[in-house]
């Protein structure tokens, strides 16, 4: 409560100065007023009277900043002062301050868009509730040497009807159908899926429903889920759609939902979902044809899950008939195995090998801009080195005097950051533009609140470490040595020099 | 007289303008001489001091402040005692008669 008050009481002085002031002023005078009728009262003349009261009073000017000084606000009063300071000799040197600010800029940018791809790309987590249970069913084939072989429909039902360890079990395969009688006959994008698919992705249709059993049997009537943007660029966002037949490569189907404007699968460009209608009855063994994901039950493991796939595999030969002419021999010599993958490794691959790559290149660079940075302040804190004595001479603390050159680079620092910032985005725009093609997750990634406090706290950071070196040159409490040589010393001491060529040899050994 | 007047002990002059305001609202000459004169003289208070205190009591919600005509028909800021100054005025009130007593003790058995 009382902290409250304080605090809300020191604002209102901030925003108030003057006023604030003003009644400290008045309070003084009212006191030597007072003070002075009071030995007027006891026969002083008025000259006399005045000057007993003032003599009691002590200085005026002092007891008003006694009592200015007393609240925190105060202490922020000064810092502001002499962040409006730093700010005014900033902008007194606009090749140095520029120079300083660009390379900070430029080697946290670069910093900051790399770090902005690693997290979009490899940590954040896919957009699904609960990804990390999801996994991709992958297997290989030793017998043919295979490392990745996708999953075959009678693999699909299998898992479906004999897994332990996983919830929900879909399949898909991205194709292309040709879409009739609303326009232009249009080719589009799809992706075939079984009834399993967006149930184990957790995903509703913002309108309609999901496929149901019957929906992806031959028996039931052909339907179709749109996606968001497909729907708004040919319906124009009309609900009325659902229900509607549309024909896809000749067959009418019924629009049944509409996916959420946010749903995405596998950087996959698709305008719409089909159902699979695969014949649990006339599949053969050996039909591989798509890709499987499946959601894992609750608390269990790759390796768990691994395992419960491996058991199952063999189960597959007993329920499924071999294909024509293929021998079972054959088969089993394939030799299939379990390669569970989570998705979201499925979806990444290895480009996090490259990325992390990327990311200490950019990382040399953000050095040889820091050193550069430094060597600049050290520069600057030269050419103030008579002044800071100077400073040091008059009383003023050493601590003082750092703080007035931290707040310099940590003025830098902010500044530095907050191009930094406007760099990165600028570079991840263009690199969702022209970018690899096969950067996965490419369209996810901007820079993220992370990544913003990230960058300022490395420009930051940077600044008023690099900045702490000429403070430790300068500012360092020691006696006041630089009035003895001052600015306009013959030549460089040595100590002055050791510091910025050291600097400088850093930077021709980063090259 | 001026020679006999002692600065205030650290700490006691937050208690005793607590304590001088629990009768009254006054300003703060009015407090200053109240002090000095219930003292008799032992206790002058420095001005700049007592200002100091004035703001950081308010701050602390023991005091509040208001602008009045004073009896000499003077604009005067006066200063009067919140609840919870009162509460405070108690606790250091207590505080200080326990010290008090604890030091006449001592003083006792060094004699």
């Not at chain 1, 292309?176 to 249709?205: K, R």
């Not at chain 1, 209608?277 to 599949?283: C, E, H, K, T």
Request: with cysteine; glycine share 8%.
């Amino acid at each position: 409560m009382s902290l409250w008050r304080q605090f809300t009481r020191g604002l209102r002085v901030l925003a108030h100065r003057q006023a604030a002031d003003q009644d400290v002023d008045d309070e003084v005078s009212h006191y030597l007023e007072e003070s002075m009728a009071a030995f007027r009262a006891r026969g002083f003349s008025p000259a006399e009277a005045r000057r007993a009261a003032r003599m009691e009073f002590g200085g005026a000017a002092v007891v008003r900043e006694q009592v200015r000084d007393s609240g925190w606000e105060n202490t922020i009063g000064i810092l502001l002062a002499d962040v409006r300071y730093a700010a005014r000799r900033l902008c007194a040197r606009p090749a140095f301050t520029l120079a300083g600010v660009l390379t900070l800029a430029l080697g946290t940018g670069a910093t900051t868009a790399i770090f902005s791809v690693i997290d979009c790309v490899l940590w954040k987590p896919l957009p699904y509730p609960h990804s990390e249970r999801l996994v991709a069913l992958r297997h290989t084939a030793r017998g043919l040497k295979m490392a990745a072989l996708n999953l075959s429909a009678s693999l699909y039902f299998t898992y479906r009807e004999e897994s332990r360890t996983f919830e929900e079990v879909g399949m898909w395969s991205a194709g292309s159908a040709t879409i009739t009688g609303l326009a232009e006959p249009e080719d589009v994008p799809v992706l075939s899926v079984t009834e399993g698919f967006l149930p184990a992705l957790e995903v509703q249709p913002a309108f309609g429903h999901r496929f149901t059993s019957l929906d992806d049997s031959p028996a039931g009537e052909r339907t179709v889920i749109l996606t968001d943007a497909w729907w708004k660029a040919r319906f124009g966002g009309d609900p009325s759609v659902l229900g509607r037949r549309i024909l896809i490569d000749g067959n009418a189907s019924e629009v049944i939902g509409i996916l959420p404007a946010s749903f995405a699968f596998m950087d996959r460009r698709f305008s719409m979902l089909l159902p699979q209608r695969l014949d649990r009855g006339r599949v053969p063994l050996i039909s591989f044809c798509c890709e499987g994901l499946a959601r894992l039950r609750p608390g269990v493991n790759l390796e768990q899950a691994s395992a419960d796939v491996a058991r199952m595999l063999p189960l597959a030969t007993a329920k499924f008939p071999l294909n024509p002419g293929a021998s079972a021999a054959g088969y089993r010599n394939a030799r299939i195995g379990p390669n569970l993958r989570f998705l979201k490794d499925d979806l990444t691959g290895d480009i996090g090998n490259t990325l992390w790559v990327l990311m200490g290149t950019v990382g040399i660079v953000f050095l040889i801009a820091g050193a550069n940075v430094a060597n600049l302040l050290l520069v600057r804190a030269d050419g103030r080195r008579h002044e800071l004595a100077v400073r040091a001479a008059l009383g003023a603390s050493w601590m003082r005097s750092a703080r007035d050159l931290l707040l310099e680079s940590a003025l830098l620092g902010l500044a530095g950051g907050a191009l930094a910032l406007v760099l990165a985005y600028g570079a991840l725009r263009a690199l969702a533009v022209f970018g690899p093609e096969h950067l996965p997750r490419i369209h996810e990634i901007r820079i993220e609140p992370i990544a913003m406090a990230f960058t300022l706290g490395v420009a930051l950071g940077a600044a008023l470490l690099f900045g702490l070196i000429p403070v430790l040159k300068y500012a360092r409490p020691r006696l006041p040595e630089g009035l003895r040589g001052g600015g306009r010393s013959l030549s460089e001491s040595r100590e002055r020099h050791h510091a910025r060529s050291f600097l400088s040899r850093c930077r021709l050994h980063w090259r | 007289m001026e020679e006999l007047s002692t600065d205030l002990i650290q700490g006691t002059l937050d208690m005793l303008i607590l304590k001088t305001l629990s009768l009254e609202a006054m300003h703060g000459f009015g407090i200053s001489r109240r002090i000095e004169q219930v003292s008799r003289g032992v206790f002058k208070v420095n001005p700049g001091s007592l200002l100091t205190a004035f703001q950081r009591l308010e701050r602390m919600g023991w005091l509040d402040s208001e602008w009045r005509q004073s009896e000499n028909a003077r604009r005067a800021k006066f200063y009067s005692l919140t609840r919870s100054g009162r509460k405070q005025l108690e606790i250091e009130t207590a505080a200080w008669n326990r010290r008090a007593a604890a030091i006449a003790r001592l003083l006792k058995a060094e004699a």
